[in-house]
């Protein structure tokens, strides 16, 4: 195995030009799920990569979720991407999942560059929506299906492919293709990989065997029939605006406390030994003072900021949709405002016993403004957390791949952030699941200059391959 993993890597680093390329030319589809302009380029991304599929010769199939309503338009879900690189019944089956849509991006939000143009800076960043989420990591996997293939070196696991273009939209439709797969296209798996997710801080890799779930809502306030002038309705209307804003204060304090009663009740104890494993994980808050650009940060010590990370629930408010938020002055009462929040939760806390405290709540609060405005309130989509065994040959073999490729031993972690289909392809296989993050802490995923480092996507993909070759040695 040593000799074949040598003469991957050299193939990789031979070959990383036409990689930064092939991640060029798919930066530059903006491939927005969560906007109904751009859903044809979402189309496009998943034609992309049947075409790139195609090429590699891997066997794949499409499933299609159907259809939903996104801001009052019907609209078809983007595929989801099945394939087989192999079936060979003496070798083992991993199931790689990634998903080839992106957050919005507009070079006005602040990007020191146009967001779906590749650029490589002087510090060998490469910067563009999506190349890092997720985009980066899933050509890693197609890139080391490639370099075997110009070796003529036999792959050494059946790899299982599910490529989904609705991630950053509440992944509709992905459960349940999943669970109808289980005993279909993924029914010889012995173990899942995701890479979409990131290294604890900057130098270390790390191994994430944990996430929080997450609930996001929308609260509707809608009053008069039209937008009104407030020189001449001023004074004389409940402004839903108002309404609105006063329920979003009361949803969490500024020090990040969680106002909704009941909603901490079922996040459990921190016990003695988990409060060990803190001080050996590489970070520190100058890691996260560099992740943010800035030192706001909650908490004066690291540990306490991890925790918050990822071992308590969090509330954040995201938006007010329907208020006039271009640049200059305009008088304007708006007639509906929408305001958008999420709570991310932790193990033991459930999305029902969340939108049963969320809904009390809000119902409770906007009852006592006497106002006559309505309220709506709308679970967009709910995800509950994930915790997986780290002491399963997955993590053992993906632990030894990450010492092979850089040296070190990687941090077990757990994050803050949510990847549903983790807990879906946990239960509906009944497999251990991984996360194998290329990318780092500060690589700005869902913010503006998002990027990959050079160094990240090329030693990454050679850990991606690493990772296989090390799980053909395991016993399961």
């Not at 992106?102 to 490589?120: I, M, N, R, Y």
């Not at 939108?355 to 119902?363: H, L, R």
Request: aromatic share 8%; with cysteine.
């Amino acid at each position: 195995m040593d000799a074949q993993l040598k003469a991957f890597f050299d193939q990789v680093n031979k070959d990383q030009e036409i990689y930064i390329e092939r991640l060029r030319e798919v930066v530059a589809i903006p491939s927005v799920s969560s906007d109904v302009a751009l859903r044809p380029q979402v189309f496009r991304m998943g034609e992309w990569l049947q075409k790139e599929l195609k090429r590699l010769n891997i066997e794949y199939e499409l499933r299609d979720p159907g259809t939903h309503v996104m801001d009052g338009v019907t609209l078809q879900l983007p595929p989801v991407i099945l394939g087989a690189y192999g079936r060979d019944p003496a070798k083992k089956t991993i199931l790689v999942y990634g998903h080839y849509d992106v957050q919005p991006a507009l070079k006005e939000d602040g990007w020191a560059t146009e967001p779906f143009e590749l650029v490589e800076n002087a510090k060998g960043e490469l910067l563009g929506r999506g190349s890092t989420d997720d985009k980066g990591p899933i050509l890693g996997w197609l890139n080391g299906i490639e370099a075997h293939q110009k070796l003529g070196l036999e792959f050494p696991v059946n790899l299982c492919i599910c490529f989904e273009g609705m991630e950053e939209n509440g992944s509709e439709g992905l459960d349940d293709i999943i669970v109808a797969e289980a005993k279909g296209w993924f029914k010889d798996v012995d173990a899942v990989c995701i890479s979409d997710n990131y290294w604890l801080g900057e130098t270390k890799p790390c191994l994430t065997y944990g996430l929080r779930g997450i609930s996001y809502y929308k609260v509707a306030v809608k009053g008069p029939g039209r937008d009104l002038h407030s020189g001449v309705f001023g004074g004389t209307v409940h402004e839903p605006m108002t309404d609105l804003t006063h329920i979003l204060s009361k949803l969490v304090s500024p020090h990040g406390q969680i106002l909704i009663p009941g909603i901490m009740d079922d996040v459990a104890p921190l016990t003695d030994a988990e409060k060990a494993s803190y001080p050996s994980l590489d970070f520190c808050l100058d890691t996260l003072h560099c992740a943010i650009d800035a030192k706001n940060t909650l908490h004066d010590n690291h540990i306490d900021a991890l925790m918050g990370r990822w071992r308590y629930p969090s509330l954040s408010l995201h938006g007010i949709e329907g208020a006039f938020s271009a640049p200059g002055a305009k008088t304007v009462i708006p007639a509906k405002v929408i305001g958008k929040f999420s709570i991310r939760s932790v193990p033991n806390m459930v999305p029902e016993k969340i939108d049963a405290c969320v809904n009390k709540y809000i119902n409770d609060e906007f009852a006592k403004l006497c106002s006559k405005n309505q309220m709506e309130i709308e679970c967009l989509h709910a995800g509950k957390p994930w915790v997986a065994s780290f002491e399963h040959p997955n993590y053992v073999a993906a632990a030894s791949a990450v010492e092979r490729v850089f040296g070190v031993k990687p941090d077990m972690t757990r994050e803050g952030g949510s990847i549903p289909v983790t807990l879906t392809f946990q239960d509906a296989l009944n497999k251990n699941v991984l996360l194998l993050p290329m990318g780092r802490s500060s690589d700005g995923a869902h913010s503006i200059n998002e990027k990959l480092d050079r160094s990240n996507y090329i030693e990454g993909t050679k850990l991606l391959g690493a990772y296989l070759w090390e799980l053909s040695t395991h016993t399961f």
